[in-house]
């Protein structure tokens, strides 16, 4: 145990994260010349097109110090806010962690979430300035901050590249020697704490974890404490760039176990492993249950293909357990599922799944949040869809998610983002100057407003130059009220949203003025209205037209018109029919695209 060393990597998104585990592979001999491509680590397509890391795993790394050996668990966290709290799960398995930065962008939103995280868990941190082969990296500035940041000397920083490999012997010397070694007690009754999980299509879940106590052998009866659910541990093993198979792991090791298990929702991240037989007395601390906070509904835009959109959120949720999906009619929509996302980038990642690995055409809807409705009858309800809502008269109070938001930037760019985050009702809690030109700013925020369109706001605001990060800290009461939208007199429930009252009427003008420009002009007018109840708040027209594509072909020649005539179906397969009126998909998200 004493020639173990566990530890991850922390950075903000694109500071280098993947490419320097690659150089610690490399330099270990963990993975040969021929293994290596790019980011062997991010192996799923849609994690390397988008060069983010969804989902965290581990690798075991030998490295020989001093004529020592000394096994090294490089445990690799995802690097978005949607997935703090695998993070978290992945820290605590952790003695160790190297936090990197990048030495042309300093310090940014991420790098202090996941820090702070580090913290909490007492992690050793080794500060790795990266990318130092650019020429314009700011070494002297950059270190300025981190020093400020951690209270460490000059001397600890790492100087690195992952490019040219500058500096990657120096984090392996000083991972064996400032990560202390796992402790706990081999002897003790088994305690494993799951940090991640991989859906594999022949073996069934496999589920990574660190044994903090005890030992467990390849076919103990084991039990999973959260779920109550027992398994024989058909296999265990560590990690390499396979699974190598071993016959035990004790205290300190980290590995895997395949045993039979099914669905992805049967391994929770946090659980804990023991033995049927002695038991521990306690679960791992810090276990969670993750629950989705982001909404939206998905339909198929054919609605015979519903069965095969149910299919395919089937097999998504095997392998992704914060997925969660429920049937839901829409009056305008006919059949489809409320989905559950952890945040907007997981929900994306689900869309793009559904498109690419199951080819599915489907529409989705404005996103929303989960509300706490307290009814005048006393009840509580949790309402996840606009059109969930019971009548305003019923509703005594309605208590949204709230999060506390840190935006870092420039300190140019703080006029700018003091608006933004007040227009969406934003509470400034805290100004702090990182260096002379650059602030932290901490708000307290509805969730709500960040699932519409915050973040490209802030980013064309700040030229790209702020970072941000949040996490929940509970609900508060807010003067909500329902906003529909009709077309020729019909309530649209998908196009529903809840807003808050102050911004209701400007709001419900806006969204009417671009859907106007989204909607294609049809055979009559269509009337466009916001409404609060049965109060119209706001009202545009799209002016009829007679579009008539045969009549430049002069009857003549049939086939011709014939193609024409297809080509005009194929332009309206995109289209939902909405009553009598042709709604093209755009429309259901014209909300994120307000000006
Ligand atoms: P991650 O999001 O933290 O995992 O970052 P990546 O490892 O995916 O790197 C983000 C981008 O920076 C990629 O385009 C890398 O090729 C590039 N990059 C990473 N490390 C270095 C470095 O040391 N020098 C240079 N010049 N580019 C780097
Ligand atoms: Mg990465």
Redesign the pocket.
Known sequence: MNNIRNFCII????????????RLLEMTQTVTQREMKQ?VL?NMDLEQER???IKSHAIQMNYLQEGQKYTLNLIDTP?HVDFSYEVSRSIAACEGALL?IDSTQGIQAQTISNLYLALEHDLEIIPVM?????PNAMPEVVEDQIIDLLGCEREDIIR?????GEGVGEILTRIVKDVPPPVGDPDAPLQCLIFDSVFNSFRGVIAYFKVTNGTIHTNDLVKFVATGKQYQADEIGVLKLKMNPRDELSAGDVGYIISGIKTAREVKVGDTITHVKNPCDKAIAGFEEVKPMVFAGIYPIDSDDYEDLRTAMEKLQLNDASLTFQPESSAALGFGFRCGFLGLLHMEIVQERLDREFDMNVITTVPNVSYHVHTKGGEILDVYNPSGMPEATLIEDIEEPFIRAQVISKSDFIGPIMTLCLEKRGILKKQDYLTADRVELTFDMPLGEIVFDFYDKLKSISKGYASFDYHITGYRSAKLIKLDILLNSEPVDALSTLIHFDNAYNFGRRICEKLKELIPRQQFDVAIQAAIGAKIIARETVKAVRKDVTAKCYGGDISRKRKLLEKQKKGKKRMKQVGNVEVPQKAFLAVLKLD
């Not at 998104?13 to 993947?18: F, L, R």
């Not at 690195?160 to 040219?164: I, P």
């Open positions: 950075a903000h998104i694109d500071h280098g994260k993947s490419t320097l585990a690659d980011q991010d060069g983010i890391t690097g990197i990266n990318k130092m082969d650019l690195a590249s992952g490019k040219t």
